[in-house]
């Protein structure tokens, strides 16, 4: 279709689509099936992202468009506000008569009708609706669905470039959101931060750890956001790991030598060694940005000895598309300058393509160039050769400037390469040919008596070469070396002068110091044609050449009028001039942050955060330090409805409430599962309580509060009911109906097995404080419900490590109910397991009755089969007028295993079967202590202690209880304090966990 014809066709249907959406019984009808189908239909064209991109502008049908964002259909306002997202700024006027819609968007029971309102809003960039924006951001940073809070940091920054004097409040949003524990608004509140406040780096001290720990769950481009953020962050709290290793060369700047002997040897901050060890697993992600972003990291905060790891990362990245190859080798060469070694093995993945474009091709010579050394510079010269036959004329010259370069670099190939080039010389290449003369002249400076058989060859090339820039470095070379070619000299200086006035200014400026020098030199031969030249040149268009020419005549013949530096033109002239450096262009890139634009433009752009100096001294790392919680991670489970583009969205932690709200009682429409997008619509009303309570009541909870509370999140809990189903309350995180969520459990290193179980209580009754277990010997104790997430009933856990008798290969579970309320509870069990293969779970007997104030421990068998399985009970839907609470429980994988009894002899054989399956070394402490390394290791796992001869190495050993699987665990000491920690298992993964774990009990 040709090109007028499409453009009529797109105006017709557009005209088409003004008129549907315009028309006044199809927005009466817009909740109609048809009605909506062809809305949906049309608003599909209107906003479709390829017609945008395509430069088809649809900003006239906003008019049409902005009438429809108060429709019912959930369709429909999505792709209303897909629209306005992108004509907002240009239909501003009319924007802001849909204000009040947006407002009311924002309270919408859909977490994307929310989050598009608040979009939208933000796109807006008028300044009278700053005190709305910033209102419904504030609103939309604490609300209950992620991908809300994740919009409401992207408009932080929206906002702060509309109206920077709101920059305080701003941050106050920011603190909050940072505070977050949700990986869908880490890497987006870490952006607002970037843009709003970079300088205010005590926000991120108490949340480092947790931005650490969750960096591996991050969506990719957040993960690039963090990492860049905290590599700068590093540079300001810990201390250079390599300043020990930089010892010589403070000697050689004459530093005190007391100083260096009296400096304390350095021990890494342990939070810095958290950053480099939770960024590692990161270089092998799919995205070249985050892979690069690690690789910046390790360069700028790693130590020498840890930096190679991430060669490999980078070499794996040049197999990717060309423009991701240019960034990658960009930053390649500034590390190849100090890090040569970790690039060496990989010598062979720099070799040239002829595939390659050439920039590739010049950045690859210019690695390539920095790794040469004299083991290798054999085989690098061989590939340079074969460059050099390359129809890339521009590829061919940067091969030359780098032979020179590796000619410059190591001395032991300087005549080899000489010898080269000289060869170059008879090239029939005009530019190889100008090329090599420019670095041979380069070369000649270092020894010029040795060569002067080369200089004559050169001098010979005059009446061939046409290139400027060779023609005036042979005109130099033969200037400053005329003693040695006192006869060959003179007549170059003779042909020149003939073609003064056709050569280019740059030739002109070469010969007039050629005449200068001769004249000095060899006046009896050369004064005539000084005066020839210098009067030819006196005349020039070039002012800068007539210029020279009157200088040099002044300085050179002396006259009554000369000055007195014409008794030092010889000095002048004649003077030695030290040899050229050839270095690497990259060889100063690095004070700019490796991966930004500033280091690949090698200019500061705009926004660029500069890269701090290393402190001289360790900040106050107890900066970082918070509170651990040992309270249990979120877990939601997420309806149809409230599922975002991203996924089900996670639970998170609220402030706790002091006021007890009374259920609300409401009805409710069912919600069909086959449609996803399909909502219901309920009406609630809601009554309030009293807010005082009882004087007993309020001493009780001062007096376990600190033991309790503290380590303890709590949610605010709202009820639904069905009108006919008065008494049953399904619990929910969310303010949002029909949603059911869990409860929170602990959250360990590895990742969990969840469990969920039901349990089926009587109506919620007044809560009181219940008792705490206190688990014997070393076990650790989990909380399973709160008190007040479960109505009264507060239940707890732990891992007894007794064999469990009706299957050896389940593990024991001990459960401990704990009634606080004023009534008894009764039917509590575990309903209907929904188990995965492989899963099995023997249920504890049902306990009928729990009187009031009274606790009860049960033990539960449970195989986890050795994986990280989901494991389920139960369907809501079978309540009746009972409660259920939805529970998980989560084995670190210390749990997933029993001791067993080994000799000696037995675990080195074992041990040699089995041996690199996951291995690290770790300081945990400036002394060994071998019953502290047997109680710490004992209590992150469940193994025996095998006897050893020696009483600087602790061996135990274990098996999984599901598959059997040997474990072996040995810890060694060293003589600097540090100690070698092994694990030998025949699980790769339940190795890799069992290390961390073990290396976090032992250097706690």
Request: aromatic fraction near 6%; glycine fraction near 4%; include cysteine.
């Amino acid at each position: 279709m040709s090109s007028p014809l499409l453009h009529a066709t797109v105006c017709c249907y557009a005209f088409e689509c003004s008129s549907f959406l315009t028309n006044p019984i199809t927005y009466g009808y817009m909740d109609g099936f048809d009605s909506a189908v062809q809305c949906v239909t049309v608003l599909y064209w209107v906003c479709d992202p390829q017609m945008i991109a395509r430069g088809k502008n649809a900003s006239d049908l906003f008019p049409a468009v902005v009438k429809n964002v108060a429709c019912k259909n959930i369709e429909v306002k999505k792709l209303v506000y897909v629209y306005l997202v992108r004509y907002a700024e240009e239909q501003q006027d009319l924007a802001l008569l849909s204000i009040s819609t947006f407002q009311r968007g924002l309270k919408d029971p859909n977490q994307l009708i929310r989050a598009s309102a608040l979009r939208v809003l933000s796109s807006i960039r008028v300044t009278i609706i700053v005190p709305i924006m910033m209102l419904a951001i504030k609103e939309a940073a604490s609300d209950m669905s992620p991908y809300v809070r994740k919009t409401a940091a992207h408009a932080i920054p929206k906002l702060y470039s509309l109206d920077p004097e709101q920059k305080d409040c701003l941050i106050e949003v920011i603190e909050k959101l940072l505070a977050d524990k949700t990986t869908l608004v880490a890497g987006s509140v870490v952006m607002a931060f970037e843009e709003v406040c970079p300088e205010r780096i005590d926000l991120i001290h108490k949340n480092y750890r947790k931005l650490c720990n969750l960096l591996i769950d991050v969506e990719e481009w957040g993960q690039v956001v963090i990492i860049n953020m905290l590599t700068r962050y590093a540079r300001t709290q810990f201390l250079n790991p390599n300043m020990n290793e930089d010892k010589e060369e403070k000697e050689k700047k004459k530093t005190e030598a007391t100083a260096i002997v009296k400096r304390k040897p350095y021990v890494m901050d342990p939070d810095h060694r958290l950053l480099l060890r939770n960024t590692k697993p990161l270089l092998q992600s799919r995205n070249a940005a985050v892979v690069m972003a690690v690789a910046q990291l390790y360069f700028h905060l790693a130590p020498k000895a840890e930096v190679g790891v991430i060669a490999k990362a980078l070499v794996r990245l040049m197999r990717s598309h060309s423009e991701v190859q240019y960034v990658v080798l960009q930053n390649v060469a500034t590390m190849s300058i100090k890090r040569r070694g970790m690039f060496e093995p990989y010598l062979k993945s720099f070799y040239i393509r002829s595939t390659d474009p050439t920039q590739i091709k010049v950045l690859k010579l210019e690695v390539l160039t920095n790794l040469a050394n004299e083991t290798n510079i054999s085989t690098i010269l061989r590939e340079f050769q074969t460059y050099i036959k390359s129809n890339d004329k521009d590829f061919v010259a940067a091969t030359i400037q780098a032979i020179g370069r590796c000619a410059t670099n190591i001395g032991e190939v300087r005549d080899t390469c000489l010898n080269g080039l000289v060869q170059l010389l008879s090239n029939r290449d005009e530019l190889v040919v100008a090329e090599s003369v420019v670095v041979i002249k380069k070369l000649l400076q270092m020894q010029p008596e040795q060569h002067s058989d080369i200089i004559k060859h050169m001098a010979k090339l005059t009446d061939n070469i046409q290139v400027p820039m060779a023609r005036a470095s042979i005109l130099w070379l033969i200037g400053e070396y005329c003693e040695h070619v006192p006869k060959i000299a003179p007549d170059v200086l003779r042909k020149m002068a003939k073609t003064f006035t056709n050569e280019e200014d740059i030739v002109k400026l070469q010969i007039i110091n050629l005449a200068a020098k001769l004249y000095l030199t060899n006046s009896k031969q050369t004064k005539l044609l000084t005066q020839y030249v210098l009067n030819l040149a006196k005349y020039d268009q070039n002012y800068d050449i007539r210029d020279r020419a009157r200088f040099i005549r002044q300085l050179i013949v002396p006259t009554d009028k000369s000055g007195a530096l014409s008794k030092y033109a010889k000095k002048l002239f004649l003077a030695l001039k030290p040899a050229p450096v050839l270095e690497s262009p990259f060889k100063d890139r690095d004070h700019f942050q490796l991966g930004s634009l500033s280091h690949l433009l090698n200019a500061k752009a705009g926004g660029y955060q500069v890269l701090p100096d290393w402190p001289e001294a360790a900040p106050d790392p107890s900066v970082r330090n918070v509170e651990v919680k040992e309270s249990v991670r979120a877990v939601e489970t997420v309806t149809a409805r409230d599922r975002g583009p991203l996924g089900p969205s996670s639970g998170e932690d609220v402030k706790k409430s002091e006021k007890k709200s009374k259920p609300r009682i409401g009805s409710s429409e069912s919600e069909s599962e086959e449609d996803d997008d399909s909502e219901s619509e309920s009406s609630e009303s809601e009554e309030e309580e009293s807010e005082e309570e009882s004087e007993e009541e309020t001493k009780k909870k001062k007096k376990v509060g600190n033991e309790r509370l503290e380590n303890t999140r709590t949610t605010d809990i709202h009820t639904h009911t069905h009108s006919e189903r008065r008494n049953t309350h399904i619990l929910n995180c969310d303010s949002q109906p029909n949603t059911i969520a869990s409860v929170q459990v602990f959250d360990t290193i590895c990742k969990p097995a969840w469990l969920y179980m039901q349990f089926l209580l009587n109506p919620p009754l007044p809560v009181s404080v219940p008792q705490t277990i206190i688990p014997s010997g070393n076990l650790k104790t989990y909380e399973l419900l709160h008190r007040i997430t479960g109505e009264g009933l507060s239940v707890e856990y732990c891992f007894s490590r007794q064999p469990f008798s009706p299957d050896p290969h389940m593990v024991a579970v001990k459960i401990q109910f704990t009634n606080s309320a004023t009534s008894e509870a009764k039917s509590l069990h575990v309903e209907d397991a929904k188990l995965q293969s492989g899963m099995r779970i023997k249920e504890f007997p049902e306990i009928e009755v729990l009187p009031a104030g009274e606790t009860i421990s049960v033990v539960m068998g449970i195989d986890f089969c050795d994986s990280t399985q989901f494991l389920e009970f139960c369907d809501p839907n079978h309540c009746t007028v009972l409660l259920k609470f939805f529970v998980s429980i989560q084995p670190p994988v210390g749990e997933l295993m029993m001791p067993i009894f080994m000799t000696e002899n037995e675990f080195k054989k074992e041990q040699g079967e089995h041996r690199n399956q996951c291995m690290e070394i770790k300081q945990y402490g400036p002394h060994f202590d071998c019953h502290a390394v047997v109680q710490r290791v004992t209590t992150a796992a469940n193994l025996s202690r095998v006897p050893c001869g020696s009483d600087k190495e602790c061996r135990f050993a274990g098996k999984t209880v599901t598959s059997g699987s040997l474990v072996l665990v040995s810890v060694v000491t060293k003589e600097d304090g540090a100690a070698q920690l092994t694990v030998n298992c025949e699980k790769m993964v339940i190795g890799t966990m069992l290390v961390k774990d073990i290396h976090q009990a032992l250097t706690q």
